[in-house]
């Protein structure tokens, strides 16, 4: 049969969850049953990252007729029993994490009701505990990302302004929009909220945003560049500035322009 | 939705156990206690006892924390099964046996501070069936208790108390509240220091002065004994072992309502938490008389506050990171005194524990009482009269001088705000005579003492009614007109003497609303915030119980004479808003206030995208920020049972 993959050069939303029974795709189908499809093992740049694409089925297709079609498929090709497949990556860390013996996975996808509609009908598969996602700690990735030079480069922050009638996000965007006087001066009347990073991988590189409930989101130009956001991943866990908590963060997208 | 769990006693041995829709119902049986509980899932049924089996009464170190993992990690039939309760035994879950219990107890071992298991039979209880495990003190020593003796036989007697009543809520705030510790420890040293000042007094034979020091110190210790006797009565209600120890209030017999004062406690300490860091009081204290003057007569005309804008005294830029400590409260649940605040305790509305989730008596309220302790703080800083006498301040003022710092400034400014708005109401009952030039105030040119003793007593609780109203509206409600105008009203409107008195409370809010206007002229200014105003109670006209006060105030906004008296006091008003917005507001200050990581951005608006039944077991690092997020979605009245639940959950949130 033909590759079914419908990989789309645009924006993926991710979101970083936890759970004990939640250690392969394997076990995601053992889970989720028929809302699973098809599965493609992918290479990864990071070692410590299992990456697969598979099709998840949703209610409805959220694919635009072209994109279908530019991958020479019809909305017939994704249709089984009145559901409808999408591609939806998920990365699993095989290294459960030193903090707290969790192991985690990363679960993409560039239509977010799909990666809802996934996570919802996770959480009612998995058994007790409910599963928990990671939120990041803005605050202590600013710091980190002042000080590393080599593959990660802060492009732009984005501030909440605290009790200014108003306004309540502010973007600074440059090439060091962390080391500017006006960064600093925010400081004291702001919250860090999201930013903004290059990675670069070889010389592979994909621009990976962040915001502080644990929202990832790039764009993805060819498939071989979909784990390198996960290397961003990795620096977070490395710094502990990953915590674990129950509200998804797909609870708290902001209601911003650019998203 | 709500049912009530009521116990009594039959035999020695054993206790009857039932359920209610009446809290009545238990108690007229000897030893009846009784207490309400809710399904803790937003679509769980009434509480039900099965005829037999375990019921398992949960004492949380969080109770945000221990709902979250009773509500996701145990499975859907055993959350079905948990209920919220206002008492330290926040949880209660309906389980089948022991063994049950056990698992419960051990999936949330680590957020718990102690639990019983109510083994049930046929509706009754074996006392010797029941386990239990009390909460560990966390204090880390004892209070010393204070020495009464050299103050006197009736001053001794209210230290004697005084240890007394400590000692009780170290007991109880150990073991089931020790994040109120530090009311404890400020509670020893404050009286500590007033029973040594007592002592000296006495000590060396008194003047007139100096006796009235004493009784003045004395009385301090009976307010403070009275507040504490509240507090221990309201936070060790339904301690374990429960039921026994009852509390006095039939509702709430059985369990209390210590989760509610805990969660009382964490709104309140989060104010005064953030504001002892910023010292204001301390640094205007420290720094004000070392800081440069500026002009307080250049705005006399009412016209131009420019210089003002210049000068770099705001209290924003002279807090120099040093703090001194706060000082406390006694926060505490009265239908007697509803939203109160006095030099010791802060009270809020008994009506609260049920209707917090209404605008009518939501929990906002309690900012603008806090607001007025410190803003009455910082004018006692201004015009301590051991520090600077009358005379002197008198002397500056009527040769117009702002002196030679920043202190003596203020100082001059003060008399320039009271006399101003002193003479504007003297011009009031005239407002109507179309000669009464209102866009310009001209004041005396001397005042003597008689005079300033005039304009203090008469103008200086409205001098800080203003600055009040300003510093709640920018700092808690975000500047935002409809939160806050609905919820001042919407509590006001329900004081009964509140409608004898409608054009005094519009004015205040006229104030409050211009510190956000566009600059303009004071007649631009009013205009502006009467437009405002004007809109926002017009939401509100529809609402049965707060109708009058309600269509009274927009009349006075609309009928000419009225709005003329109102515009008539205005520019006075003015002088005081430009005061607070260039000398006591800090951004700084406002931003701590509602930081908090869990908020995110809808619809241009600051929220923690929560719903009423969610139960994520997150720490809300701001209470005031939480409750305001809240605020859009209250019911405007209390008396639903989805309110109550409302309320309820989101006290629990907050613990």
């Known amino acids: 049969m033909a590759e079914l993959g419908v990989h789309e050069q645009r924006r993926y939303s991710a979101v970083t969850i936890s759970h004990p029974a939640l250690g392969s795709v394997k076990d995601l189908r053992g889970l989720l049953g028929r809302r699973i499809g098809k599965a493609k093992h992918l290479s990864s740049v990071t070692p410590n990252w299992t990456v697969d694409r598979f099709e998840f089925y949703a209610y409805r297709n959220f694919y635009p007729a072209t994109r279908l079609a530019a991958a020479g498929q019809s909305l017939h090709d994704r249709e089984r029993d009145n559901l409808y497949s999408h591609d939806v990556y998920i990365a699993i860390n095989g290294e459960p994490r030193a903090a707290d013996g969790h192991g985690y996975a990363v679960v993409a996808s560039p239509y977010v009701r799909v990666l809802v509609d996934l996570l919802r009908q996770l959480r009612d598969a998995l058994p007790a505990p409910a599963p928990q996602f990671f939120a990041i700690d803005m605050e202590g990735a600013y710091s980190t990302l002042a000080s590393v030079r080599d593959r990660f480069s802060a492009t732009k922050v984005t501030w909440q302004m605290l009790g200014d009638t108003g306004l309540e996000l502010v973007s600074l965007s440059g090439a060091s929009p962390l080391h500017s006087s006006l960064h600093n001066a925010l400081r004291g009347v702001a919250s860090p909220y999201s930013v903004r990073v290059e990675v670069r991988v070889s010389d592979l590189h994909c621009r990976v945003s962040a915001d502080r409930h644990g929202n990832l989101w790039w764009y993805l130009a060819a498939e071989d560049r979909v784990s390198i956001p996960l290397t961003f991943v990795d620096l977070l866990n490395e710094r502990r500035l990953l915590r674990l908590g129950r509200t998804s963060p797909l609870d708290r997208v902001d209601g911003a322009d650019d998203r | ?655």
């Open chain 2, 1 to 655: 939705m709500k049912r009530y769990l009521g116990v009594w006693r039959n035999e020695p041995s054993t206790f009857g156990i039932g359920v209610a829709d009446q809290a009545t119902e238990f108690l007229s049986r000897p030893h009846g206690r009784t207490s309400p509980l809710y399904p803790a899932s937003a679509t769980g049924s009434p509480f039900k006892l099965p005829s037999d089996g375990a019921l398992l009464l949960l004492v949380p170190k969080s109770a945000t924390r221990l709902l979250a993992i009773l509500m996701n990690d145990l499975g859907s039939d055993t959350s079905a099964r948990v209920y919220l309760s206002h008492g330290h035994a926040a949880a209660v879950v309906n389980c089948s046996d022991i063994a049950e219990a056990r698992l419960c107890i051990d999936a949330a071992t680590d957020e718990l501070a102690a639990y019983e298991i109510w083994p049930h039979r046929a509706e009754r209880v074996q006392l010797t069936e029941i386990i239990a495990v009390e909460p560990i003190s966390a204090a880390s020593m004892q209070i010393p208790i204070l020495d009464s003796t050299g103050v006197g036989a009736d001053g001794g007697q209210q230290v004697s108390q005084f240890n007394a009543n400590l000692a009780l809520l170290q007991q109880i705030s150990s073991r089931y509240a020790p994040e109120m510790q530090p009311l404890v420890e400020w509670l020893h040293q404050s009286v500590d220091c007033i029973v040594e000042e007592m002592r000296e007094l006495r000590a060396h034979a008194p003047d007139a002065d100096g006796i009235r020091k004493a009784v003045t110190d004395e009385s301090v210790i009976v307010e403070l004994n009275a507040e504490l006797t509240l507090l221990c009565s309201q936070l060790g209600s339904g301690r374990l072992p429960l039921p026994w120890h009852g509390f006095p209030v039939g509702e709430y017999s059985l369990f209390g309502i210590g989760s509610m004062v805990r969660a009382s406690w964490s709104i309140y300490s989060h104010l005064n938490r953030t504001f002892a860091t910023f010292d204001h009081i301390g640094a205007v204290q420290r720094r004000y008389r070392a800081l440069p003057a500026f002009d307080a007569f250049a705005p006399s005309a009412r016209l131009d506050y420019s210089a003002w804008a210049s000068s770099a005294i705001g209290i924003g830029n002279i807090t120099d990171g040093r703090q001194e400590g706060a000082r406390y409260h006694i926060p505490r649940f009265s239908s007697r005194w509803g939203f109160h605040e006095s030099l010791h305790s802060l009270s809020m509305s008994w009506q609260c524990l049920y209707a917090s989730a209404s605008r009518e008596w939501n929990l906002l309220t309690i900012t603008h009482e806090f607001m007025h302790a410190h803003v009455r703080d910082l004018v006692s800083e201004f015009i301590d009269p051991s520090h600077t006498p009358p005379d002197a301040i008198l002397a500056r003022y009527n040769i117009r001088s702002s002196g030679d710092n920043a202190l003596e400034s203020m100082q001059v400014a003060y008399v320039e705000a009271l006399v101003g708005l002193y003479g504007s109401a003297l011009l009031v009952p005239k407002a109507a005579d179309p000669l009464v030039n209102a866009d310009r105030v001209s004041v005396p040119e001397r005042l003597d003492g008689q005079a300033l003793q005039t304009v203090v007593r008469s103008q200086s609780g409205l001098f800080q009614e203003i600055i009040v109203h300003v510093l709640d509206f920018l700092y808690v409600y975000d500047g935002r007109d409809s939160d806050y105008v609905n919820s001042i009203w919407s509590s006001w409107s329900l004081v009964p003497s509140v409608i004898e008195h409608v054009d005094h409370y519009v004015f205040r809010t006229l104030c409050a609303l211009a510190v956000e206007s566009p600059a303009g002229t004071s007649k631009q200014i009013f205009d502006d915030a009467a437009g405002r105003l004007r809109t926002q109670l017009e939401s509100l006209r529809d609402r049965d119980r707060i109708k009058p006060v309600i269509h009274r105030a927009i009349e006075l906004l609309t009928e000419p004479v009225p709005r003329r008296q109102l515009f008539v006091m205005f520019p006075a008003g003015r002088y005081v808003v430009e005061l607070a917005r260039h000398f006591f507001v800090d951004r700084s200050l406002n931003a701590a206030l509602v930081r908090d990581d869990l908020t995110t951005v809808r619809n241009g608006r600051r929220t923690y995208a929560t719903d009423v039944g969610d139960y994520r077991g997150e720490t809300i690092a701001s209470p005031i920020g939480f409750l305001l997020d809240r605020f859009a979605d209250y019911e405007d009245e209390a008396g639903s049972e989805e309110a109550e639940f409302a309320s309820m959950w989101q006290m629990l949130q907050l613990t």
